[in-house]
């Protein structure tokens, strides 16, 4: 009967972890369904940016305060789950603070642990004044409707519970070990949970252990809930931050992409001794599509962009074409990739690995031509994003389907381009009558 707990214990882990497993496979296979990039540049170069932008939030603290607050949750969550170890090992061997041999370290361990847990607390609850009281404009943006807005604030209340079962769990633990409580071995410095000791002078043993008893499974099976809520909110960013800056460009920003059929043709056009009217090679590959209707058209960093996307609107916040009142958004952009791709990937695995076709597309049913010809390009939004999110690059190849494949570019870029073809610069003047202007008196 004593390994009971035990055992229950094992089973919720695996149940939790395994359901976790299921989740990260789908989100591979999804991201999968896009093409393979071509990965180029110094991997020292990538590891280095994983170091600064991913570990480091360097990009974070472009704004000081709320860098500082995100800081601070990070590293409590980061130091905390340290803790989780010791608590994962003494649900399976049934032993309580396993690590108390450490000794004075152990006291410094676990009082580290509660002065960042009461940081978690205040830093949480800033960020829900910041959010709901204060309504800092970005977070309530046309885009942030009911589930995006609702996700922010259930993690904050999420995080707000695990932080106080912690805080309960050492309290009443340590309220324990001042009454020589047997199982309950004196270890631990307890500088925030001793703060709430006088609540529980007055309770039996059994209540004590009870309380203790009850925070302890709650904590941890709150973390287990946590895990497997991360795939389906925005907050997917704490495991994904780091692969996506890995993979985050290292090219300048003002250089886009090289269409290798497009520069084979203009490499002809230019060859006075090409035949333009050369049927190709028998066992010539058959064109890509040029530019993305659907997320399968669109590399696999870029679906892996998606999952990343934190919702914090920076980018959104910095668009020049938002600002101005233009209907773009470059965060909306990600959120829209993210939520076809989920449902192409649902369609897929429904059908055992196979796309069958919805009459739907990525372009056109979540963005529309105004919002990508809104866009300046000028890599704002790129420069903004704190885990080096790319949304101009779907923007671009989006762009270059409308053009390429549809013919659908707007008046004004059809003139350019008819002018370019005709003059040889986008102004609608031959070459003869380009200086006529500095003649004029």
Same mark, same amino acid.
């Given at each position: 009967?004593?390994?009971i707990p035990?055992?229950?214990?094992?089973?919720?882990?695996?149940?939790?972890?395994?359901?976790?497993?299921?989740?990260?496979k789908?989100?591979?296979?999804?991201?999968?369904?896009?093409?393979?990039?071509?990965?180029?540049?110094?991997?020292?170069?990538?590891l280095?940016n994983?170091?600064?932008?991913?570990?480091?939030?360097?990009?974070?603290f472009k704004?000081?305060i709320?860098?500082l607050l &995100?800081?601070v949750?990070?590293?409590g969550?980061?130091i905390?789950?340290?803790?989780?170890l010791?608590?994962?090992?003494?649900?399976l061997?049934g032993? &309580?603070?396993?690590?108390?041999?450490?000794?004075?370290?152990y006291?410094?361990?676990?009082?580290t642990f509660?002065?960042?847990?009461?940081?978690?607390?205040l830093?949480?609850?800033?960020?829900w004044?910041?959010?709901?009281?204060l309504?800092i404009s970005?977070?309530?943006?046309?885009?942030?409707?009911?589930?995006?807005?609702n996700?922010?604030?259930?993690?904050l209340?999420i995080?707000?519970?695990l932080?106080?079962?912690?805080?309960?769990?050492?309290?009443?633990?340590?309220?324990?070990?001042?009454m020589?409580?047997? &199982?309950y071995?004196?270890?631990?410095?307890f500088?925030?949970?001793?703060?709430?000791a006088?609540l529980?002078?007055?309770?039996s043993?059994?209540?004590l252990i009870?309380?203790?008893?009850?925070a302890w499974?709650? &904590?941890?099976?709150?973390?287990?809930f946590?895990l497997?809520?991360l795939?389906?909110?925005?907050?997917?960013h704490?495991?994904?931050?780091?692969?996506n800056?890995?993979?985050g460009r290292?090219?300048?920003?003002?250089?886009?992409?090289h269409n290798e059929?497009v520069?084979k043709?203009v490499?002809?056009?230019m060859?006075?001794t090409a035949?333009?009217?050369?049927?190709?090679?028998?066992d010539?590959?058959?064109?890509?599509?040029?530019g993305?209707a659907?997320?399968?058209?669109?590399?696999?960093i870029?679906?892996l962009?998606?999952?990343?996307?934190?919702e914090?609107?920076?980018?959104?916040?910095?668009?020049p074409?938002?600002?101005?009142?233009?209907?773009?958004?470059?965060?909306?952009?990600?959120?829209d990739?993210r939520?076809?791709l989920?449902e192409?990937g649902?369609?897929t695995?429904?059908n055992k690995g196979?796309?069958?076709?919805?009459?739907k597309q990525?372009?056109?049913?979540?963005i529309?031509?105004?919002e990508l010809?809104?866009?300046?390009s000028?890599?704002a939004?790129v420069?903004?994003?704190p885990?080096?999110i790319?949304?101009?690059?779907?923007?671009m190849?989006?762009?270059q389907?409308?053009?390429?494949?549809?013919?659908?570019?707007?008046?004004?870029?059809?003139?350019?381009?008819?002018?370019?073809?005709?003059?040889?610069?986008?102004w609608?003047?031959?070459?003869q009558?380009?200086l006529?202007?500095?003649q004029?008196?």
């Amino acid at each position: 009967m004593q390994y009971i707990p035990n055992v229950v214990f094992a089973l919720i882990l695996v149940v939790g972890i395994g359901y976790f497993a299921q989740n990260i496979k789908q989100l591979i296979a999804n991201i999968r369904l896009g093409k393979k990039p071509l990965v180029k540049g110094d991997k020292k170069e990538r590891l280095k940016n994983v170091a600064y932008i991913a570990f480091g939030q360097s990009k974070m603290f472009k704004r000081p305060i709320s860098g500082l607050l &995100h800081l601070v949750v990070y590293l409590g969550f980061v130091i905390i789950n340290v803790e989780v170890l010791e608590i994962v090992l003494d649900g399976l061997l049934g032993t &309580h603070r396993l690590f108390s041999f450490l000794g004075p370290t152990y006291n410094v361990l676990i009082a580290t642990f509660e002065i960042f847990a009461a940081a978690v607390v205040l830093a949480v609850g800033v960020f829900w004044l910041r959010r709901n009281a204060l309504k800092i404009s970005r977070f309530w943006k046309p885009e942030m409707t009911a589930w995006p807005k609702n996700d922010a604030n259930y993690i904050l209340y999420i995080e707000w519970v695990l932080m106080g079962l912690f805080l309960t769990m050492n309290a009443a633990d340590y309220q324990l070990q001042l009454m020589d409580a047997a &199982h309950y071995t004196k270890a631990g410095a307890f500088p925030v949970s001793s703060l709430l000791a006088p609540l529980f002078e007055n309770l039996s043993e059994t209540s004590l252990i009870l309380i203790e008893r009850g925070a302890w499974w709650l &904590h941890i099976c709150g973390i287990l809930f946590f895990l497997n809520y991360l795939y389906y909110s925005k907050h997917l960013h704490i495991l994904l931050a780091f692969p996506n800056t890995y993979f985050g460009r290292l090219t300048p920003q003002g250089q886009f992409a090289h269409n290798e059929t497009v520069a084979k043709e203009v490499a002809m056009m230019m060859d006075p001794t090409a035949d333009p009217f050369a049927a190709p090679a028998a066992d010539a590959p058959v064109p890509e599509r040029f530019g993305a209707a659907d997320v399968q058209d669109l590399n696999q960093i870029q679906l892996l962009n998606a999952y990343t996307c934190t919702e914090c609107g920076r980018c959104t916040d910095m668009c020049p074409a938002n600002q101005t009142g233009k209907k773009l958004s470059p965060r909306k952009v990600m959120m829209d990739t993210r939520d076809r791709l989920e449902e192409v990937g649902k369609n897929t695995k429904k059908n055992k690995g196979v796309f069958v076709p919805d009459e739907k597309q990525l372009l056109g049913d979540y963005i529309s031509a105004e919002e990508l010809w809104a866009c300046t390009s000028c890599n704002a939004c790129v420069e903004a994003c704190p885990v080096s999110i790319d949304p101009l690059s779907i923007i671009m190849e989006m762009r270059q389907y409308l053009v390429m494949e549809q013919s659908a570019a707007p008046q004004a870029l059809n003139n350019m381009m008819g002018n370019i073809e005709n003059n040889g610069a986008p102004w609608p003047y031959n070459q003869q009558d380009r200086l006529l202007w500095a003649q004029e008196k």
